[in-house]
């Protein structure tokens, strides 16, 4: 099962997705987010992921972390900045774009 959530924290956005799943070995989470690093079998994976989602992460100011759960599985966190201007154009369509409200799975 996969589950997500967030909230707007002062100055931030807080983000999270949750899974049930196997986790990830503790020797791999330190290079979980390096360029070409997978955890799959050779030819099943460029490893580029989540280096592409940290570099997007980085170009807004915000910060990513992976970590395992205590019952399984893994969370991902991200925190973002909020717009530090009080009216801009981005804003106000940020504001009135759609937002997910349940877990969509693809």
Same mark, same amino acid.
């Given at each position: ?6 909230k707007? %924290?002062?100055?931030? +956005?807080?983000? #999270? +997705?949750? $899974? =049930? ?9 330190n %290079?979980? #987010?390096? &360029?070409? #690093?997978? @955890? ?7 490893g ?6 940290? %570099?997007?992460? $980085? ?8 970590? =395992? =759960?205590?019952?399984?599985?893994? @969370? +991902? ?18 504001? @009135?774009? &759609? ?5 969509? #799975? +693809?």
């Open positions: 099962a996969v589950s997500m959530g967030g707007a %924290n002062g100055e931030r +956005v807080e983000l #999270f +997705v949750r $899974d =049930n799943g196997c986790g990830i070995p503790e020797d791999k989470l %290079n979980i #987010f390096e &360029p070409f #690093f997978t @955890t799959k079998k050779a030819g099943h994976g460029t580029l992921g989540l280096s592409i989602v940290r %570099n997007i992460v $980085d170009e807004h100011r915000g910060e990513i972390s992976l970590d =395992n =759960n205590p019952d399984g599985g893994v @969370t +991902v966190r991200v925190a973002l900045p909020l717009c530090p201007q009080k009216d801009c154009a981005s804003c106000r369509a940020a504001q @009135t774009a &759609p937002v997910l409200r349940k877990p969509e #799975f +693809v």
